[in-house]
Structures are given as structure tokens and as C-alpha cells.
């Protein structure tokens, strides 16, 4: 199962709303994740299950989301939330592929 | 609190073997999917291998099938993954991860990584 993640890039400014997209190439019903991924540190889970918030997640985040398509949305981007963006598909069997990330910076 | 501690990487030539290790504390690591997730510094992520908690399924990625193995220790609270046969494209930091659940995949809980560069 592939995972083709848009866009690439993203630059948004403090208190922007901020989409990113995460499409399957098979239904995967709702076995999608997101990580946040800081630079210099290991990834941390986001939100689980495409729209449930990772406990301690502020709750800007948000998914949503089912069978191919896919969004992380943070509803009011602020200055810590600058890091790389991955889906994961989680669905059967492996193997869990990752998107291909999303680097979101502050204007 | 998880706490995954990597362990075991370093510098190998070409064809060379490295055993990475992974001490976990915090829960009860019998009950839980271990996994091992590499990421080429600056690139994206990618799912290496997986062991259940008995440690009877296992899996892995295509391209390293045949020259890694994955296997624990549940005794010790250790999780490790035996490369062999290793290519310059193996080069990456490796992650140790822990499913979030016991009962479902809904995601990992991540190590700080161990680098493994392979160069002559």
C-alpha cells in the first residue's frame, strides 16, 4: 500500500489554519496515523486510528478521514508546531508504510 | 512513562554484521508488538521489521528480508535486530518503537534512534 502525502512543503503564518492530505492507493478504513517529527528528535504520535488525539496532543489537531483519503488539520498553526508531518497506514498486515512527509514552516 | 533505549550502531564496512539492542522499561513488554523503523538522515521514515509479543510472527520490509532478523527477550525487556549482509542503503538511524496498544495498531511509541553507516 502506497501513501502519497501533499504538499511536500508547506509554509503558513502564526494562527493559520493548516491542512495537510495523506491518500492511500486501497482502502485502508480508518488504520492511518500522523506523527510530528521535530528536527533532531525521534517522531511522536499524533492522532491514531485517523481521528483520535494521541492523549497529551493539544487539541488544534485533528483527523479525519476513511478508506483513501486522509487530513491532519491544526486549526491555529502556532510556532512550536514547525516539524515534518507523517502518515503511516497501519491496516492488515505489513508492511506499515509511511508517507513520503511534510515540512511545515512559519512565514 | 515507555522509555526505549537503542543501543548497538556505529560505523560497518560493506558486508559487515552490527546487532542493535533495545532496553524498554515502563511497561509490561511481554504484552506489546515490537518494531524497528529506519530513517535516512534528512529523508523520510521507513517500516523495517515487526515481532509479536510471543515473538513467533514476524515481519519485514522486502529489502532487508533474508539478512536481518528481529527477536526478543521478554525476560530481559529487549528487543534486537541482527544485520547482516549490509549495503551502503542500510545506512540510516534505526528506531526501536512500541505499539501504542496492546490490542490494535494504532501507532508507535519511538526511541531516540541509534545510527548505522555503512561505508567503506
Known amino acids: 500500500i502506497q501513501l502519497t502525502q501533499s504538499p511536500s512543503f508547506l509554509s503558513a503564518s502564526v494562527g493559520d489554519r493548516v491542512t495537510i492530505s495523506c491518500r492511500a492507493s486501497q482502502d485502508i478504513t480508518t488504520y492511518l496515523v500522523w506523527y510530528q517529527q521535530k528536527p533532531g528528535k525521534a517522531p511522536e504520535l499524533l492522532i491514531y486510528a485517523a481521528s483520535t488525539l494521541q492523549s497529551g496532543v493539544p487539541s488544534r489537531f485533528s483527523g479525519s478521514g476513511s478508506g483513501t483519503e486522509f487530513t491532519l488539520t491544526i486549526s491555529s498553526l502556532q510556532p512550536e508546531d514547525v516539524a515534518t508531518y507523517y502518515c503511516q497506514q497501519l491496516n492488515s498486515f505489513p508492511p506499515y508504510t509511511f508517507g513520503q512527509g511534510t515540512k511545515l514552516e512559519i512565514k | 512513562e515507555v522509555h526505549l533505549v537503542e543501543s548497538g550502531g556505529g560505523l560497518v564496512k560493506p558486508g559487515g554484521s552490527l546487532r542493535l539492542s533495545c532496553a524498554a522499561s515502563?511497561?509490561?513488554?511481554?504484552?506489546?508488538?515490537m518494531n524497528w523503523v529506519r530513517q535516512v538522515p534528512g529523508r523520510g521514515l521507513e517500516w523495517v521489521s515487526s515481532i509479536d509479543p510471543s515473538g513467533r510472527s514476524i515481519y519485514y520490509v522486502d529489502s532487508v528480508k533474508g539478512r536481518f532478523t528481529i527477536s526478543r527477550d521478554n525476560a530481559n525487556n529487549s528487543v534486537f535486530l541482527q544485520m547482516n549482509s549490509l549495503r551502503a542503503e542500510d545506512t540510516a538511524i534505526y528506531y526501536c518503537t512500541r505499539d501504542v496498544h496492546y490490542y490494535d495498531t494504532d501507532g508507535y511509541y519511538w526511541g531516540q534512534g541509534t545510527l548505522v553507516t555503512v561505508s567503506s
Open positions: 515502563g511497561f509490561i513488554f511481554s504484552r506489546y508488538n
